[in-house]
């Protein structure tokens, strides 16, 4: 009689605690789920003019966009522009680690300096499963607007479409010592897959070379 006491007192135990169990693995599994749908996107459809020229010749941005602007869309945009200048300058003086180089795009889009661990941070977040892109931001420029080479935009135009975001670009650069110009338009093809984004596709038109006279 005291054997059979026993062996229910052990049964009644493990049947309270298998529950307890299961309770905690639904709870790991539910904090999973909030993560990853935190980093999952539905994206709204949209063609937008991000950047043009003004009458002046000075950049202008959509920073009323900006303020809207989803974390995927940013990340596409921030990629893009890290290779063209944006009128960008030193924050103060010029230091040895070029640490300090205040790029417009870069500020409107609130992702910090050029080449800084804020900017390159978020980028690789976001194209973690990109290794091409990854390899090219480990080349990441700081070049000001009063380098003797440069590159520049004219325009930029953001479209968005289901899972798929475009950035169109028209864009041109100088090389003052050689006194050459040149001019092309671009358009990069990005997937968001959820939480990553890759660039598939590159449609650049033919690079416009052109010559000049500084002494003229």
Partial sequence: MKYLFIVALILLTSCKLIPEKNKVADAGTSDTNKIESAETFTLTDKTIKFLWRDSSNSIVINKE?????????????????????????????????????????????DLGYQCSDKHLNFL???????????????????????????????????????????????????????EKSWSWSETDYFQLYNDNIKLINI?????????????E
């Avoid at 080479?149 to 289901?162: C, P, R, S, V």
């Avoid at 650049?204 to 500084?214: G, M, N």
């Fill in 124 to 178: 690789r977040h976001w194209f973690k499963n990109d290794s091409a892109s990854l390899n090219k931001l480990e080349a990441c420029p700081t070049t000001p607007n009063t380098s003797t080479t440069q590159d520049t935009f004219d325009e930029i135009i953001l479209t968005t479409k289901g899972n798929r975001i475009s950035v169109f670009f028209k864009a041109n650069g100088m090389n003052m010592r050689e």
């Fill in 65 to 109: 966009f900006c303020k809207t602007i989803s974390a995927p869309e940013k990340a596409v945009l921030g990629y893009v522009v890290t290779f063209i200048g944006n009128e960008c300058w030193w924050d103060g003086d010029y230091t040895e680690n070029r640490s300090n180089l205040k790029c417009e795009i870069l500020t409107a889009l």
């Fill in 203 to 215: 449609d650049q038109s033919k690079v416009k070379l052109q010559h000049f006279d500084i002494s």
